[in-house]
C-alpha cells in the first residue's frame, strides 16, 4: 500500500532530550516535507527536501534539523527539544513541487503528537 | 509570499444539505490543493487543481486562477464529512512552497 509513514504517534519527553521523528514513503516521491499544526495557526512548514542531499527551510525551522540521505527516508530531529515545540507534526511526501509540480497531490502520514514537559 | 486566506471559519449544516468553501489567494499559482482533515487528525488529499474543474463523487472543486480564488463544493452532505478542509498554494513566483490557508471546520450535523 502506498504510504506516507511516521513513527512515533505519541511522544511525551522532557526539556533538552534529543529526540528524532522518523518518516519513510514508499512511492519514490521526490519531494518531501515536515509541517506542525498549532491551534488557530493552521500548517506550517518547517523543512522540505526536493530531492536527496537537498533540503531548505521552510517558515518555522529554528529548533529543528533534517537530513536527506535516502529518498525514502526523511527524519526529523529536535537536538534540545521545548515546551514551545509540543505540537502535531506532519511528514508529507509528493512526486515533485514547485513548477513542475504538474498533477503532484501531496500525502500525509499520520502525524506525531509531541509533548515536550 | 503568498497570502492564502479561507472562507467560512465555521460552518454548521444538517445532514443532507449542500456546501461551499472559498479558499482566496494573493498571486498566480502553479499549486492548488484541497485537503481534508478528519475528526481523528488524519489529513487526506481530496484535489489538485490549479486550474479548472473537477468532480469525485459528492465533491467537486473549481479553481478560477484568473481571478485568485478556488471553491470547494459539498453535495449532499454526510456526518463524515465533518472536520476541518485546507486549501494550500504555491505561487508562480518565489521559492514554490506550498502556503496553507488556516481552514474552514465543517461540522454536519445528522
Known amino acids: 500500500e502506498a504510504q506516507v509513514t511516521q513513527n512515533p504517534r505519541y511522544l511525551i519527553t522532557v526539556t533538552g532530550k534529543k529526540l528524532t521523528v522518523t518518516c519513510s514513503q514508499n512511492m519514490n516521491h521526490e519531494y518531501m516535507s515536515w509541517y506542525r499544526q498549532d491551534p488557530g495557526l493552521g500548517l506550517r512548514q518547517i523543512y522540505y527536501s526536493m530531492n536527496v542531499e537537498v533540503t531548505d527551510k521552510g517558515d518555522v525551522p529554528e529548533g529543528y534539523k533534517v537530513s536527506r540521505k535516502e529518498k525514502r527516508n526523511f527524519p526529523l530531529i529536535l537536538e534540545s527539544p521545548s515546551p514551545n515545540q509540543t505540537s502535531l507534526y506532519f511528514c508529507?511526501?509528493?512526486?515533485?513541487?514547485?513548477?513542475?509540480?504538474?498533477?503532484?497531490?501531496?500525502?500525509f502520514g499520520n502525524g506525531t503528537r509531541l509533548t515536550v514537559t | 509570499g503568498i497570502q492564502v486566506e479561507q472562507s467560512p471559519p465555521d460552518l454548521i449544516l444538517q445532514e443532507g444539505a449542500n456546501s461551499t468553501l472559498r479558499c482566496n489567494f494573493s498571486d498566480s499559482v502553479n499549486n492548488l490543493q484541497w485537503f481534508h482533515q478528519n475528526p481523528w487528525g488524519q489529513l487526506i488529499n481530496l484535489f489538485y487543481?490549479?486550474?479548472g474543474t473537477k468532480q469525485n463523487g459528492r465533491l467537486s472543486a473549481t479553481t478560477v486562477a484568473t481571478e485568485r480564488y478556488s471553491l470547494l463544493y459539498i453535495s449532499s452532505s454526510q456526518t463524515t464529512d465533518s472536520g476541518v478542509y485546507f486549501c494550500?498554494?504555491?505561487?508562480?513566483?518565489?521559492?514554490?512552497?506550498?502556503?496553507f490557508g488556516t481552514g474552514t471546520r465543517l461540522t454536519i450535523i445528522p
Open positions: 508529507a511526501s509528493s512526486p515533485r513541487q514547485g513548477a513542475s509540480s504538474y498533477n503532484s497531490p501531496l500525502h
Open positions: 487543481i490549479p486550474s
Open positions: 494550500a498554494a504555491s505561487s508562480n513566483f518565489g521559492n514554490e512552497k506550498l502556503t
